[in-house]
């Protein structure tokens, strides 16, 4: 039954790639759902790519919206709405929102241009979901404290393992107990390529090609390949479920590109299988390949992700889920704004 009273919550996205299309996407096709289940109303009232953006303080159509972007590449070509040369941090200032959801591309040098956005919206009071690791394996105290100043919620359930729940499940789920270490494998392209090596017995550099071609590998699949995009997700999982202060530089990093077939086939006759693992506890902050034991919860295929939360009272947790995909990720980020509003 719809809800008498409507509350309405004003977003602006910042990126329109994958991840922000999925949200717009996921918010016109749960338009109807959140009105009748909760009485919440989602309006996007500003979105900006590299082309500038589109602002409406009535709300933006995001069917509109992916109708731009996918026709013209540019959403400063939404029609009567849409702005030239507009940026994010301009955006933030101009228009009245009660929510900014940063998806802009990662970027693990200085987290910008995310960092700046994020640090201006929690400032000023807004609450602020987002999937973008960088700003918060490098700066994860400094976000947090903005939050805390203000009041404003931080929200980043879609940053580690995409749909896959685990940051949520440990602040809420598993509220009464003591997470001792998070143990994981975090990143779907090294899982597909382990996984295809182990099956076909094909090298690293034949199966990470094939992968480029399926388009599951990127052009440079260095941070993937290397355990950087790991290294992001444990250390996040290191501050925010483990409560450690640690940045990307206290991760001890080795990737699979020196895995060879052999050493897949060794494993196998052992019963085992080569997987990239991240670790955070206490003592240890690492991404490297171990052996997992064939048929355990960690022999998952593909570019699935798995991680188990090492609890006092309800030991092993384990969570299998898509780390990755446009509607997928985004639903991490529509389960995030649900919990901003319930809790408001
Ligand atoms: N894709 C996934 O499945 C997934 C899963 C979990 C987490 N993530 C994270 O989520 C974030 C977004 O990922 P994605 O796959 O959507 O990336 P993407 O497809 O590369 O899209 C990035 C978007 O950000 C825009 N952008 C770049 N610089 C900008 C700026 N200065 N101001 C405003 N917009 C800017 C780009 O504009 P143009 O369109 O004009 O180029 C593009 O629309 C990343 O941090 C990623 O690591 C992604």
């Known amino acids: 039954m719809r809800s ?13 790639g994958a991840v922000g299309q999925g949200v717009a996407r996921v918010i016109s096709l749960k338009r109807e759902h959140l009105l009748d289940k909760y009485g919440l109303q989602l309006d996007i009232v500003a979105v900006a790519d590299r082309s500038g953006g589109a602002v409406f303080d009535q709300g933006l ?8 972007k996918n026709e013209t590449g540019k959403l400063s070509q939404y029609p009567d ?5 507009f940026s994010g941090l301009e955006i933030l200032d101009k228009v009245e929102y009660d ?3 940063e998806v802009t591309p990662t970027n693990i040098e200085d987290g910008e241009p995310a960092l700046s956005h994020m640090l201006k919206a929690l400032k000023d009071g807004k609450d602020v979901v987002t999937s973008n690791k960088g700003p918060l394996a490098l700066s994860f105290t400094q976000l947090s404290e903005a939050a805390q100043e203000t009041g404003a919620n931080f929200k980043y359930e879609a940053s580690v393992g995409g749909a896959m729940p685990i940051i949520n499940l440990a602040h809420d789920t598993l509220a009464g107990s003591d997470i001792e270490s998070v143990y994981g494998i975090l990143n779907g392209t090294t899982n597909y390529i382990l996984s295809r090596m182990a099956k076909e017995g094909s090298s690293y550099e034949q199966t990470l090609n094939e992968a480029r071609e399926l388009g599951i590998a990127e052009t440079d699949p260095t941070q993937d390949v290397d355990g950087w995009d790991a290294a992001c997700k444990i250390v996040i999982l290191a501050n925010s479920v483990l409560n450690l202060e640690r940045t990307l530089k206290d991760v001890k990093v080795e990737g699979i590109s020196q895995i060879t077939p052999e050493a897949m086939a060794l494993a196998k006759k052992e019963g085992y299988l080569i ?6 506890s206490q003592d240890v902050l690492e991404v490297s390949p171990r052996l997992v034991k064939e048929g355990s919860p960690f022999a998952v295929e593909g570019t699935l992700n798995v991680a188990t939360l090492k609890t006092d009272l309800a030991e092993d947790v384990t969570v299998v889920g898509k780390g990755a995909g446009s509607i997928e990720t985004a639903s991490a980020i529509l389960s995030d704004l649900l919990n901003i509003w319930k809790a408001s």
């Open 61 to 68: 159509d995001p069917e509109l919206l992916l109708k731009t």
């Open 99 to 101: 929510c900014l959801v």
């Open 81 to 85: 709405f849409g702005v030239e040369g």
């Open 275 to 280: 997987k990239l693992i991240g670790e955070a």
């Open 4 to 16: 008498d009273e409507v509350i309405l919550m004003k977003i602006v996205i910042l990126g329109f």
